[in-house]
């Protein structure tokens, strides 16, 4: 093909623009047929007839010249950046418009006249140009690689900036030139319209003219004077360049939003923030969107982080039906694609240089993952000099095999700036018609993994013009895998490609000269310029390839120039590699390979990137690390690191606190907690010498200096500013690694030869391990020494050791809090000991949570799975992170990253960060070989599973044992967790599952795993010993699709060489992205923990992880606060319940005795028991429906008691049942009574009619006689009369009964099948009244010594009752005396209770009394006391004895109460006052009004007031200040045990201990007398309960004046109808008032009315008299009772200790309590010498010690096992090791009283419960109930 000069206008190579030009052009790029000849590059399809792709969707037909806008244009069209319309040539830049006239694009916005032809290399071509971008010269007939087939006819590409035929015109610079213009990069104007190839020296730059060749024999590349005089006549020229890149450089940033990030630079915190922008995975829609997408998708490794292209946004025209569209309009189709885009080494430049040296050195580490050439040289943009990137590159390392290690299989692990390698540079000379950068890549890539390491013109958005990165120099690296067949270098090589021509670039091409060991020139032909720009190299070591195109080698000039080069430069014909058209591809880049093996063979120059920097420096470069701040930081980290050599060594030495010291400690924490090496010890002298062993260790460690390093470590860390020190954590990282990196390759070359030399010897091999898990040293472990110390000195300040004033490591946690602020993982678990140094972790945390104001509200994500399954590169993926996934060492226990939520975002996430736990792998090797290694994981498992709102368990899936022993550790986990109330989310994540079908294919396999996982949490609930079966379905929320993710391989490939998987990153984001749903989702139904939470919950489930039994031994204090919450709503909603019912009664009771007999039949039993019942359900679903609203309300930590919500759910039934026997038996009760009243008051009426008549007669008799009779006249004949009549009725009094026969009777009938025993002893028996319960004495012959002789009894155990004969009869003795107390109590009570009542002794009293007896004596653990028939005629007889007097008494009351010559004596004085009045006959309708509320109104008044004081008094104290004390049973137990600690009372404690139901009584009356003492404060509440009755009969009596009743008698029965419900009127008394009664019932109301207030006055003045018990026992509901129900709770007492359970609802499934005592206290001895134990036993059920009492049959039984025996006992251990001082303190004060008490000999008490004060025994009891 011939040169032709001049723009042709029949044919056109199109380079950068997608333009349509005149005649035809072959694109490459659109999938449509056309008709017309077709030479697709990239389609697969052969096509026949021309065809001209574009990107645009549509077929046309003749000529279609494609581009990127969619226009259609006539004539030729050159598309620029500008937006303009222009005249004549039109210069296209960015905008839509449709042009004519031939249009030429450029970047510039300007307007041009004459024809500018745009290019991406600033060089002037004449010739033909073809595609630089695009690997291959081609002559005639092209065929391009990228499609798979061969095509006939020839092929244009039209990607590249290629050379075309005629001149090509740069437009790089902004200016508007006319003429053709010839680039320098500089921004002048040229006049000389000749190309640039011909060497015509008037067209060059003055800086060519001034080149001269080196003297023959120079050394090094450049001669000094020939680059001074260069430099000097560069200057003014290099001043306007800069000025014009600065410009484009602002301009770009103008465009990417990103000027303010000049000075404030972007931050890693910026990138890694938690918005609603980063969980977006959508394509940019702004240029402003660049950046960020650039970052967030380099974060997350995804290989499109390269991608610029902005969003296409559809037209209205691209929606219409294809049909409706004509030809014409496609063909007319306006310019409306937004489809712009800028070049992404634009952008990478720009976000590089807006950011901070540490997000540039992330930027780079994520680069160089995706296998992406990294920037070695930044252009000089904001700066004078160009940047060599040093620091950025100096997180990066790599691992490779090179052919030397691969017999041995050994690897290199090395940081990549200190790896020495050859370098090769390709760099570019003038124009080049292929894509240097592309053939690269295929140089670079293995035969089947070609990977785009350089961006070049081919790839999306490669071919829009750079606008700032020329003179970018990039690198990348070849790192062999050691396979000889498939790498294509034995060993590593680096490869320099520079952006741009060299002559633009003179400093990067000198730079590279220097530093490459072979610099492979790319040019199509050599002018005298550059001849002499070339010659100046002569003499360099540097060897110089030539990569020309046939055409070059034609060129008679170009072939002049090499040949006079040759002796120089040192070129052969191997240095001079031709490519034509023809030339084939493979074979190419295969010439350049061996090039390239040649120079790697030929001993080339090794330097390391810090050597190049060396160079740079020296060349004038800038060194990005280079600046004062990260110098100083370095040198700070030196002084630390140049000491460290042999790590094991110097942690051993320098870090000596977390060694053996740290180890050490571990163990005795659980050991305390597992007890299992206690041997012969006393248990809680074993307990003593572990806590002291503690403190001996902990002194030891404080004893201990800091070192220099360390001196210097905590100066760095708290002095150096923010920046500095983030650089100083830096150095010392790289240092770290780097130093372990050598220790752990030297020892694993040991190892090798080890193995290959000596026989197994397990125990080297084993020693070897160890020391190669030591080598590995971090930042972490300082941070661990720095936290070792501070945890020795505040454990030696809390022992009292030392003051807290001398503490010198108090600032500590405030540094790590901050170093937590700033990104820094901090450790939560250290892994090397398995252990957590809780005090410093609270403390670091707390200091945190003030930091951040108290806004540390916080979801928690885990991720668990076995050892090197990818957990940690997951989350860097996810969170870009940076926790530790190389360096020869994994992560070591768990570490903890907080991560920021946006402001934004905080309210819809419903937290303010997340934290992120790696953990470290499970089934660990190094740990496999230890015998609890499954505890270990266990424990880990538990702890962060427990800590999670999401855990993600991570496998790979080609080990399905693995697979299966991790999900075993991680369902055991959950178990727990359900049972603790913590259910949190778990998303199983299968690693290296690539196929798209993964997920429908292994749905079988996660069925079959849901059954695995069936079996293993049935196996986990066995070993937690869970009675009741369970699935994994019971343990957690798990859905088979949505909780499964598969997520393809992380390369994509073979490593070193190969690139992150696209797939990965892509799976990857969707999780993350689900996760952060379901997390909004979790923050409405749960609020997130707080940090104080999350200590709280670290502390309880690391307490409870180091007790073997974890579900019963987890305490926590938010589920604790939780419960108590709970439990005080609930005791105030049953007693909202009580007293409904108290008050219901007390109405029915009124109601009942108001009427006549004859009515209360059957019926109105039934009818009330069905009211009772239909109250009862409606009061009992109230409970429920507040129980419900409560668990709905959102109240904290809610779902942590889900687990109790079932016992308060059934409380409710148990007190309904309560209250329906209650109701029953008093309603039953009033209706007797009334009846009983009933016959009395039937002889009582007879005897008043009679009476009446006589008055009557003797009125009439005394009105007769003439002489009037005086007032004592009056009395004696009315005395006389009533005597007469006395004698005339026949009185019968009530019959009295002798209530002990009848007792008598009943107890000789239960007794009759109890043997000839029993009714012998009732023979013997003395009269029932001798006898009294307060004299019953336990004798040896209530204790049944037969049982010895038992069957069931094994010999063993009869031979070791010989020796505990004593004990045990001890122990039984001790059981049965407090079951016969027990039984005296209640039954007395029972009887006290009727005896108050106001009815007849009737027999089914004492027949309830024989049944409640019976009912006690038949219960299982009363039977195993073996109790003899003697015990049960004895207590039965004291108790009927008591009972049988108590009731004589009561029904002797009765019969004087309804005696009818009493009743009537009662009567006389009103007889006798009606009479007078009549016969005086004066009105005494005031009198008969006074006498009405006197005898009937007061009376009922006082009753009234008596049924409610006791209601009222128990809602007064509840409502009283001291109302906390009686909330709950918790808060109760806590006040009583204060008040005991305070009065120190030895006696207290022993009724407190001994009769405890006794004390709690005696303390509530005591408690209400005080209260009450004071007569007014009584007063008020009667005054309360007065007030409502007093208006209530003012009310009736001013409605009665309306109802017009004629007579008293008739005002009466209506008077007493209305008030029925409350107040019960005397019959009796009200008829003597209707005797003879003719006032009008409107007087009679009118006097009433008068009379109410004095009545009032009257009634109050009655109780004030009352002494305050007197008033007590009047009333029908006892407050003491009530209060005493409300805190008793059960009753149950723990076996061992006998403390009371403390359980908030009355139906709970499970005893437990807040704080168990020594068993000693309990009078628990040791059998054979009687000493009081000292054993507690939340102590001894994690113990190996062993119990027997009367449950076990006398046979010894592990503590641990002691739910077999009592299973509705939870015993936990202590929350602390000082949870139980209350106690010790106790016994420790009053040893000697307690021995002499129970008749035994003092405790042997461990020295240090001697130490404990009254102080730290407040603050251990404080603690045991969490109170504040």
């Given amino acids: 093909m011939e040169s032709r000069p001049e723009n042709q206008d029949h044919l056109v190579f199109s380079e950068d623009g997608p333009e349509n030009q005149e005649g035809p052009v072959f694109p490459d790029d659109g999938p449509e047929n056309r008709e017309g000849p077709v030479f697709p590059e990239d389609g697969p399809e052969n096509r026949e007839g021309p065809m001209f792709p574009e990107e645009g969707p549509e077929n046309r037909e003749g000529p279609v010249f494609p581009e990127d806008g969619p226009e259609n244009r006539e004539g030729p069209v050159f598309p620029d950046n500008g937006p303009e319309n222009r005249e004549g040539p039109v210069f296209p830049e960015e905008g839509p418009e449709n042009r004519e006239g031939p249009v030429f694009p450029e970047e510039g916005p300007e307007n041009r006249e004459g024809p500018v032809f745009p290019e991406e290399g600033p060089e002037n071509r004449e010739g033909p140009v073809f595609p630089e971008d695009g690997p291959e010269n081609r002559e005639g007939s092209v065929f391009p690689e990228n499609g798979p087939e061969n095509r006939e006819g020839p092929v244009f590409p039209e990607n590249g900036p290629e050379n075309r035929e005629g001149p090509v015109f740069p437009e ?163 310019d409306t694609d937004t489809r712009v885009s800028l070049h992404p080494l634009d952008v ?8 901070d040296s540490f997000l540039q050195q992330e930027i780079l580490s994520k680069m160089s993952m995706c296998q992406f050439a990294l920037p070695l040289l930044l252009p000089a943009l904001d700066t004078p000099k160009c940047t060599l990137m040093l620091w950025a590159m100096r997180d990066i390392v790599r691992k490779w095999r090179p052919h030397s290690l691969a017999e041995s299989r050994g690897f290199r692990e090395e940081s990549l700036v200190l790896t020495s390698m050859p370098t090769i540079s390709f760099v570019r000379l003038g124009s080049c018609n292929f894509s240097k950068s592309k053939l690269l890549n295929e140089i670079l890539s293995l035969s089947q993994q070609h990977h785009d390491f350089f961006m070049h013109r081919d790839m999306e958005s490669g071919n829009v013009p750079r606008e700032i990165a020329d003179g970018l120099v990039e690198i990348s690296w070849y790192f062999p895998s050691g396979t000889e067949n498939s790498d294509i270098f034995p060993e590593p090589v680096a490869v320099a490609n520079l952006r741009g021509d060299i002559e633009s670039h003179l400093p990067q091409f000198s730079f590279l ?19 002499t720009l070339l010659s100046s190299l002569q003499g360099s070591a540097t060897k110089y390839y030539f990569m020309v195109n046939n055409q070059a080698v034609t060129s008679k000039e170009t072939l002049a120039f090499l040949k006079k080069l040759a002796p120089g430069l040192k070129l052969n014909n191997s240095h001079v590699l031709q490519k034509g058209c023809a030339t084939n591809e493979a074979a190419y880049v295969k010439a350049l390979q061996s090039a390239i093996a040649a120079v790697m063979t030929s001993s080339p120059k090794r330097m390391s990137i810090e050597a190049v920097a060396e160079t740079g420096r020296q060349l004038g470069i800038q060194v990005d690390e280079d600046n004062k701040k990260c110098q100083h930081a370095s040198e700070y980290a030196k002084e630390i690191t140049v000491h460290i050599k042999d790590v094991a060594k110097y942690k051993r030495e320098k870090l000596r606190l977390q060694g053996e010291p740290w180890k050490n400690l571990a163990e005795v924490e659980k050991e305390l907690c597992r007890l299992k090496k206690q041997g ?19 002194v030891q460690q404080n004893k201990h200096d800091l070192t220099d390093a360390l001196i210097t470590f905590i100066t760095g860390l708290g002095r150096l500013p923010p920046e500095e020190k983030h650089y100083f954590l830096k150095w010392m990282k790289f240092d770290l690694d780097h130093i372990a990196r050598e220790n752990i390759s030297k020892l694993r070359g040991q190892y090798k030869e080890k193995c290959k030399n000596s026989k197994d010897d397990p125990k080297m091999f084993a020693e070897h391990d160890k020391l190669i898990s030591a080598s590995s040293l971090g930042v972490e472990h300082f941070m661990r020494e720095l936290g070792q110390f501070y945890e020795a000195e505040c454990s030696i300040v809390q022992d009292g050791k030392m003051a807290e004033s001398q503490g010198q490591f108090v600032h500590l946690p405030g540094i790590a809090a901050d170093l937590m602020l700033e990104g820094f993982p901090m450790e939560l678990i250290d892994g090397d000991v398995s252990n957590i140094p809780l005090q410093w972790v609270t403390d670091v945390l707390t200091q945190l949570h003030a930091k951040l104001g108290g806004r540390s509200r916080m979801l928690v994500i885990t991720v668990l799975g076995v050892q090197s399954t990818g957990k940690s590169t997951l989350l860097n993926t996810m969170f870009g992170l940076q926790f530790a996934v190389s360096s020869g060492r994994c992560t070591r226990g768990a570490f903890m990253t907080l991560i920021k939520v946006a402001e934004n975002f905080q309210q819809e996430l419903g937290c303010d960060f997340i934290l992120v736990i790696d953990t470290e792998g499970l089934k660990a090797p190094e740990l496999a070989k230890l015998e609890d290694s499954y505890e270990h994981d266990n424990e880990l498992a538990t702890l962060v599973i427990g800590l999670s709102d999401i855990t993600i368990v991570n496998m790979a899936m080609e080990n399905a044992t693995e697979m299966k022993d991790i999900l075993q550790i991680v369902v055991h986990a959950f178990l727990r967790m359900e049972e603790i109330g913590q259910k949190a989310n778990c998303q199983f994540v299968h690693q290296n599952v690539s196929d798209v079908s993964a997920h429908e294919q292994n749905m079988r396999d996660r069925k079959h795993l849901l059954e695995q996982m069936d079996e293993m949490t049935k196996a986990a609930a066995n070993m937690e010993k869970k009675c009741r079966e369970m699935t994994f379905s019971d343990i957690m929320d798990y859905d088979l699709e949505k909780h499964n993710w598969y997520i393809p391989a992380l390369w994509h490939g073979v490593p070193p060489m190969a690139p992150v998987n696209m797939g990965y990153s892509e799976k990857v984001y969707e999780l993350k992205k689900y996760l952060f749903e379901f997390l909004k989702g979790c923050s409405q139904n749960r609020s997130p923990k707080d940090i104080p939470q999350f200590l709280e919950w670290v502390k309880s489930m690391w307490n409870a992880v180091k007790h073997e039994n974890f579900i019963f031994s987890f305490r926590n204090s938010l589920v604790a606060d939780a419960y108590n919450q709970l439990s005080v709503n609930y005791a105030e909603w049953e007693w909202g319940f009580r007293k409904m019912m108290h008050l219901w009664v007390s109405e029915k009771e009124t109601f009942i005795q108001n009427q006549p007999p004859d009515k209360l039949d059957t019926n109105v039993l039934t009818k009330l028991k069905n009211e009772v019942q239909n109250k009862l359900r409606q009061e009992a679903e109230k409970i429920l ?84 009779l005086n007032n004592d006249e009056q009395e004696k004949e009315f005395e006389t009369m009533w005597r007469e009549t006395l004698s005339e009725l026949s009185l019968i009094p009530l019959q009295k009964r002798i209530i002990d026969k009848d007792v008598e009777f009943h107890l000789r009938r239960d007794l009759e099948n109890r ?37 069931n009894i094994s010999e063993s155990a009869v031979k070791a009752l010989q020796g505990v004969k004593e004990f045990f009869t001890q122990e039984r003795w001790h059981k049965t005396e407090a079951l016969a107390k027990s039984l005296i109590d209640e039954c007395n009570s029972y009887t006290e209770e009727k005896a108050n009542g106001k009815a007849d002794y009737d027999d089914t009293y004492c027949r309830e009394l024989l049944r409640m007896i019976n009912e006690q004596l038949q219960q299982a653990n009363v039977q195993n006391l073996h109790i003899s028939t003697c015990f049960e005629v004895d207590l039965k007889l004291h108790i009927l004895g008591d009972a049988a007097r108590a009731f004589q008494k009561m029904h002797e009351e009765f019969i004087t109460e309804n005696d009818p010559l009493q009743c009537l004596g009662k009567l006389k004085p009103q007889y006798l006052s009606t009479f007078k009045a009549l016969y005086l006959e004066k009105d005494e309708c005031q009198d008969r009004a006074w006498n009405f509320c006197d005898q009937c109104l007061r009376p009922a008044l006082v009753d009234y007031v008596n049924k409610r004081l006791g209601i009222e008094i128990v809602d007064d104290i509840l409502s009283s200040e001291q109302s906390i004390e009686y909330s709950t049973r918790n808060f109760f137990q806590f006040f009583v045990l204060e008040k005991l600690l305070e009065e120190n009372d030895f006696n207290n404690y022993v009724q407190y201990t001994r009769n405890y139901v006794d004390f709690i009584k005696t303390r509530i009356q005591k408690h209400v007398l005080t209260c009450y003492r004071e007569k007014a404060s009584l007063g008020d509440l009667e005054k309360r309960i007065f007030s409502p009755i007093i208006n209530k009969l003012s009310d009736v009596l001013k409605n009665s004046k309306g109802e017009k009743t004629k007579t008293v008698s008739a005002f009466l029965d209506n008077f007493r ?194 130490k404990i004060t009254k102080e730290q025994a407040l603050e251990s009891l404080k603690e045991a109930f969490k109170s504040k």
């Fill in 172 to 334: 790089d610079g902004p200016d508007n030139r006319e003429g053709p213009v010839f680039p320098g990069n500089g921004p002048e104007n040229q006049d000389d319209p000749m190309s640039s190839e011909k060497g015509n020296a008037e067209g060059l730059n003055q800086e060519s003219q001034t080149l001269q060749a080196p003297e023959q024999g120079e050394k090094g590349g450049f001669n000094p004077q020939l680059e001074l005089d260069s430099q000097q006549a560069r200057e003014p020229e290099e001043t306007h360049l800069l000025k014009g890149k600065g410009e484009a450089f602002q301009e770009l940033l103008r465009k990417l939003e990103l000027q303010e990030h000049l000075s404030r630079k972007l931050r890693v915190s910026d990138v890694l923030e938690i918005s609603q922008e980063s969980l977006k995975n959508g394509t940019p829609e702004t240029f402003a969107d660049l950046p960020w997408h650039f970052l967030r998708k380099l974060v997350a490794l995804n290989m499109m982080a390269r991608n610029t292209s902005l969003v296409h946004r559809a037209t209205d025209d691209e929606g219409g039906s294809e049909e409706k569209q004509r030809l014409d309009d496609i063909l007319n189709f306006s």
């Fill in 348 to 355: 990478l430049c720009a976000v590089l240089l807006c950011s």
């Fill in 513 to 531: 000269t220097e530093i490459s060991s072979a610099v492979f020139i790319v040019t199509e032909s050599i002018n005298e310029r550059q001849y």
């Fill in 680 to 698: 012969n010890i006393p248990l809680e002298k074993y307990k003593s010498q572990l806590k002291e062993k503690s403190i001996e260790l902990r």
């Fill in 1185 to 1268: 429906d507040n129980l419900k609203q409560y668990f709905e309300s959102g109240a904290e930590n809610l779902h942590l008691i889900e687990k109790y919500k079932e016992d308060f759910r059934r409380s409710p039934n148990g007190l309904r049942n309560e209250l329906e026997s209650y109701s029953f038996s008093k309603l039953k009760e009033a209706i007797e009574i009334r009846k009983g009243r009933h016959k009395t008051d039937a002889v009582l009426s007879q005897y008043k009619r009679r009476i009446e008549e006589k008055v009557d007669r003797l009125l009439n008799h005394c009105r007769k006689s003439k002489c009037k």
């Fill in 1315 to 1351: 043997g000839s025993a029993a009714w012998q002893m009732l023979k013997e028996a003395k009269s029932l009244s001798t006898y009294r319960t307060h004299n019953f004495k336990m004798k040896n012959e209530y204790l049944d010594f037969s049982v010895l002789k038992c069957k």
């Fill in 1617 to 1810: 109808e209305k008030l029925q419900q409350d107040l019960v009127i005397p019959r009796d008394s009200l008829e003597v008032i209707l005797f003879k009664n003719t006032a009008s019932a409107d007087q009679f109301s009118a006097f009433i009315e008068q009379f109410i207030p004095d009545l009032e006055k009257q009634v109050l003045s009655t109780f004030e008299n009352l002494e305050i018990q007197s008033k007590l026992s009047k009333l029908a509901v006892k407050p003491q009772d009530e209060i005493f129900k409300r805190v008793f709770g059960c009753g149950k007492q723990c076996p061992f200790c006998k403390v009371p359970c403390d359980a908030g609802t009355p139906a709970h499934s499970e005893h437990f309590v807040a704080v168990h005592r020594p068993q000693g206290l309990g009078d628990s001895r040791w059998v054979t010498t009687e000493i009081l134990t000292s054993d507690i036993c939340s102590s001894s059920v994690a113990s190996n010690n062993r119990f027997r009492c009367t449950e076990t049959k006398w046979e010894p039984h592990p503590y641990k096992d002691y739910r077999k025996y009592f299973p509705d006992w939870r015993i936990q251990p202590d929350s602390s090791i000082t949870a139980s001082d209350y106690w010790k303190f106790v016994f420790k004060e009053f040893n000697h009283q307690f021995a002499e008490a129970f008749d035994a000999l003092p405790a042997d008490l461990p020295e240090d419960w001697c």
